[in-house]
C-alpha cells in the first residue's frame, strides 16, 4: 500500500501492480484495502489495474504480456504484532 501512496503523492495515477503471495488471505485481504483506497482517490485513471494473484498465476501474467521482465520489484512484508510475554 505504500507503493500506491508513493505513486499517487507524485502524480502517477496510470500503473499496473501485480501483488504475488501464496496465502490466499493475505490476497484478499490486500484486494479488499485497494478497494477501499480506490474509493478515497476518484480520480485514478480507469486503465490503472492492481492484482494480488498466486506465484504461477503472476508467471503467466508476466509472460502473457510478450515481454519478460519489470520495471520494478519490491519486496514487502506484512507485518506481525509481537508482544512481550
Known amino acids: 500500500m505504500s507503493l ?3 505513486l ?3 502524480g502517477i495515477s496510470h500503473y499496473r501492480i501485480i501483488a504475488i503471495d501464496p496465502n490466499e488471505p493475505r490476497r484478499e485481504r490486500v484486494k479488499a484495502i485497494y478497494s477501499r483506497l480506490l474509493e ?3 480520480q485514478i485513471n ?3 489495474t492492481f492484482d494480488a494473484v498466486d506465484i504461477e ?4 501474467e508476466v509472460f502473457s504480456t510478450g515481454t519478460v521482465g519489470f520495471d520494478g ?3 514487502v512484508s506484512l507485518g506481525l504484532c509481537w508482544r512481550r510475554p
Open 4 to 6: 500506491l501512496d508513493l
Open 8 to 10: 499517487w503523492k507524485n
Open 40 to 42: 478515497a482517490k476518484p
Open 46 to 48: 480507469p486503465e490503472s
Open 57 to 60: 498465476t503472476a508467471k503467466k
Open 73 to 75: 520489484v519490491i519486496e
